[in-house]
């Protein structure tokens, strides 16, 4: 049994994270997702266990048998910022790896997509528990009293756990925690509403083109926080072709902010091409944005964040511009299908050839084309759009969308007091949020256990994410 500091624990509490969740459409639309994201590069690495945590047991679902893990935060950094930023887990069954390279995505573009009222009440209870929230202030909303950090933040894990991980059994052994935790899911259940929060920064749309000697559409620069500071250029393709980016009154910008719309002058004697749109500098990051990882082609856990702090950014949206055909093609992980989605259009005044998996398409002036294409769950992805005039732009990632533990299987673990990984680690290739627990983890058995201090998890999988590149 788990003992509180200066206590042990008279009595076992179990809780059953029941479903009870509709598993639908999603809260965004393919398309819509990919709007929000455009073309966010926001990335982070798990640097640090957790500091305040709790044992708790779970059923694997796949082997039936009782696993060992620590609930309660860790800590990513998002770029080189500091101070570092606390996420829980919302990927019970996966492992999460301190060297998976993790990037910003949208509710859409992960499992939270099948199940639309998991992510609303996930995020009240990231800006209404530990550690957004003290816990005294927590002890006096609640009603649990003798409520420690460690209480609470195991509280605020295997409560997250109820919404993303649904059916699950988890057992605490610690009585306010239980208590604490049956509190969160019932006020999630009655005030868990709203929307999605925004990108950390994004431009959208994420891909615009239009004829020579002509203003293109304007691209809108978001910052979920609300703050931003942020510098944009063109790459060298545009400046060649005397392209400028101004701001609604025709003045060249360089310098926006979350709200300022940018556009794209192009010179009427302008040759067919085509250039990329790169914002970066630094904005306020957003709690309940979602963070997929992958490492060596497979995933990593599933996080979620629970902190804010200012952190470095940046998005990039691709401009094509010309006579004839005006290429343009973006693309969003749709997570329902299993498969990347393709948008191929055509902005001018002439038939578009692209060529898509070997495929080609043709699009007519004005028009869009969908295009589907099949990803299996967990396998990366690496397509290259071509179109007329030397058009190209690559989209590459890892679909991870599932929320099943069909590739790995959580070792068993019997310790119940394994230490959570440092903040520098060197050793293990794993990090777990809620699986079996370990601290001397060899390369060969990163498929199968995970540490990752804090949110203690294991394997399930989800949601995909792509990069762009022109």
């Known amino acids: 049994m788990f003992h509180k500091q200066g206590r042990a624990v008279s009595r076992v509490v179990a809780v059953m994270l029941a479903s009870g969740l509709t598993v639908g459409s999603g809260m965004l639309a393919a398309g819509a997702a990919a709007a929000a994201d455009g ?33 309660g935060p860790f800590f990513i950094r998002i770029g080189n910022s500091e101070p570092l930023l606390p996420v829980y887990c919302i990927d019970l069954l996966n492992g999460a790896s301190w060297k998976a390279d993790y990037q910003e995505t949208s509710w859409g573009s992960s499992s939270l997509k099948d199940k639309p009222e998991a992510g609303p009440k996930i995020l ?19 009603g649990v009293k003798g409520l420690t950090k460690a209480d609470a933040a195991a509280a605020t894990q295997v409560a997250i756990w109820s919404f993303s991980d649904p059916g699950i059994a988890v057992t605490q052994t610690d009585a306010e925690a239980v208590e604490f935790t049956k509190w969160l899911i019932a006020q999630a259940d009655e005030k868990g509403a709203g929307s999605e929060p925004k990108p950390t920064l994004s431009l959208d749309p994420a891909s615009v083109g239009g004829k020579s000697g002509t203003t293109l559409a304007p691209i809108t620069v978001t910052a979920g ?47 067919a ?4 749109i790169t914002a970066k500098g630094t904005a306020t990051s957003s709690v309940g944005r979602a963070f997929v990882g992958q490492i060596d082609g497979k995933p990593s856990q599933t996080l979620i964040l ?16 010309g006579l004839g055909a005006v290429p343009t093609a973006d693309a969003v992980v749709d997570c329902a299908k299993g498969a990347l989605v393709v948008t191929l259009g055509n902005k001018g005044d002439k038939d578009a050839a692209f060529k898509v998996a070997g495929k080609d398409y043709a699009v007519k002036p004005g028009g869009t084309q969908t295009v589907t294409l099949p990803v299996k769950e967990d396998e990366k992805y690496d397509f290259t759009v071509t179109g007329p005039e030397g058009f190209s732009k690559q989209f590459t990632g890892l679909l991870n969308c599932k929320t099943d533990s069909a590739t790995h299987s959580p070792a068993p673990s019997t ?50 994410r792509h990069s762009r590149a022109s």
Request: net charge positive; no cysteine.
């Open 415 to 464: 310790s119940a007091s394994a230490p959570a990984p440092s903040a520098s680690p060197t050793g293990p290739e794993l990090a777990s949020t809620g699986g079996g627990m370990g601290t001397g983890l060899t390369a060969a058995m990163a498929g199968a256990l995970v540490v990752a201090g804090g949110a203690a998890v294991y394997g399930l999988r989800r949601r995909g």
């Open 39 to 71: 073309g966010s590069v926001v990335t982070a690495r798990i640097v640090k266990g957790a500091d305040d945590k709790e044992i708790v047991h779970y059923t694997n679902p796949k082997t039936n048998k009782q696993q060992d893990t620590e609930a």
């Open 306 to 321: 629970a902190g804010e702090g200012t952190v470095p950014v940046s998005a990039t949206a691709g401009i094509s511009w």
């Open 273 to 276: 091409g085509s250039a990329t």
């Open 225 to 271: 926080g609300g703050t931003a500071s942020v510098t944009v250029s063109l790459g060298k393709s545009g400046t060649d072709a005397k392209v400028s980016l101004v701001d609604d009154k025709g003045a060249e910008v360089k310098n926006v902010k979350s709200g300022d719309k940018i556009y794209a002058k192009v010179p009427a004697d302008a040759p």
């Open 124 to 142: 009240w209870i990231l800006k209404n528990s530990y550690p957004a929230v003290g816990v005294d202030k927590l002890i006096a909303a609640s």
